[in-house]
């Protein structure tokens, strides 16, 4: 497909304002009605009292690594010195919900700008990047986790720091790239703290690396056996050396110095005022607990009534409910938001959903991105198997060098997050899926980049379309991802699916 030269590229002062709109309006989506419910909703019974814990020296077990629950303790360190202590004592401390949720929903509103960094560092195209940063600002999923106190975000944010850090060490060299893959090292090894699955940042990382060896190494340049070639006709080397090239620059050493002992290395140092705190175990015993929890635990609706599978995710089969409450029959009433009189019989809903059109959308873009990918190797092992006439046609196997890095960057990475879930027999959930649904968000806003600055009208008509379903699936959702008050009707038209209840 044929971009439109006049159309490759926005201009920064409308880049610039894009951008700012975008942050604008993540930071409002979520602050605003951060303390709308005065309780502790899901998960925050855990994660609340976890984090007040490490306040008050008070020993507790998690299954999961500490640094998520460090984050929330600060924040409501931090928050109570602003906010006062006031409302509630859920946690066992009177805090209001601000104090230990406003950490949450800063770092949250964040992720546009991580996103969109990452992905102008991997295509160089501001258009591209205003598209990932637009659908990681309206990601449902997303939102709930960040405007209250779990720890999921914390993970992505710290992996996703990870791999920006990482991009912008292969864009220098000398002593900036060490100093930058340090960095990119103490924010992975920060992911595994919050939760082992950040381990798939790493993951993706190594097979990238490893890729990129691949190809420098194991393929010999035909175009010495065969001269009528011209350079124009046979453009592997150029492939090789521009794709991948930076990565071949980080030698072994570097790799196993920045990207494996400095994580462990961090990992093991964020335990140590965990341990602190409970005297009873150490470092060696905490770690056969975590593992003896998860491997005990059964799945399906009895161990919890929202279980799923790891093929489901993709689809939005089964999403959590967070909160569901009448205001006419809860027994919270008096911690729900006060209604307009005369309104009495309305459901508060949250949903840890996400945007059923991104998500639906980028499980195809995935699928598309894994086909091309798929296509090339395909058309490359032939080639070299029956090599002769065909090497005329030999560039053709491969997409344009831009394209060819982003799509195995998307697709190895989205891989490495989504794909070892297959294993797991304990009880999962569909918020297990944000990490690898960041890579499925920037495959598809690379295809609907491709497809507004095409010559084809059809497809510019397409790109434009899908932003906008995008966004309307976004608005109508919003009620249930902020949990405002809805007529039952009005809730039900929100359910989709009958799995969703």
Known sequence: MKLAKQNSQLSLLWFSFGMLAIMGLSFALHFWGLGRFNMLVFDEIYYVKYGNNYLINQPHFDAHPPLGKYMIAVGMWLGSHVLGKDLNSLSNTAIYPWVYRWMNAFVGSLFPAVVGGI?????????????????????????????????????????LLGHLFFLIALANRGNNRQVWLFFSGISLGASVAVKWNGLAFLLGIYILWGLAWFLQVFPRNYA????????????FR???????????EVNFLQVTLFLAVIPAIVY????????????????????????????NMKSGPKVHPYC?????WPLLIRPVVYLFEKSATSSKAAALPPLPPGIKDVSYAVYGMGNPVLWWFSSLAILLSIALLLKRVWSWLKTRMDRGDRLINYPDYFPPTKELWLVSYVVINWSAHFLPWMKVTRCTFLYLYMSASVFAFLGLAWTIDRWLQSYQRRLRIMGVTAIFLVLAAFVFCLPIYLGLPLPFSQYKLRIWLSTWI
């Not at 295509?123 to 720890?151: C, H, K, N, P």
């Not at 799923?308 to 489901?312: D, E, K, M, N, Q």
């Open 119 to 159: 992905a102008y560092l991997i295509s160089q195209r501001r258009s591209y990047t205003l598209i990932a940063s637009l659908f990681m600002a309206v990601d449902g999923l997303f939102l709930v986790e960040s405007r209250y106190a779990l720890i999921n975000i914390y993970l992505v944010m710290f992996g």
């Open 224 to 235: 010495e056996d065969v001269p009528e070639i011209s350079s124009q006709q046979f453009k």
């Open 308 to 312: 799923s599978s790891w093929y489901t």
């Open 238 to 248: 150029q492939v090789k050396e521009s794709i991948f090239k930076n990565l071949t």
């Open 268 to 295: 093991a140092l964020l335990w140590i005022p965990h341990l602190e705190i409970n005297k009873d175990t150490n470092f060696v015993k905490v770690h056969q607990q975590m593992l003896g929890f998860h491997q």
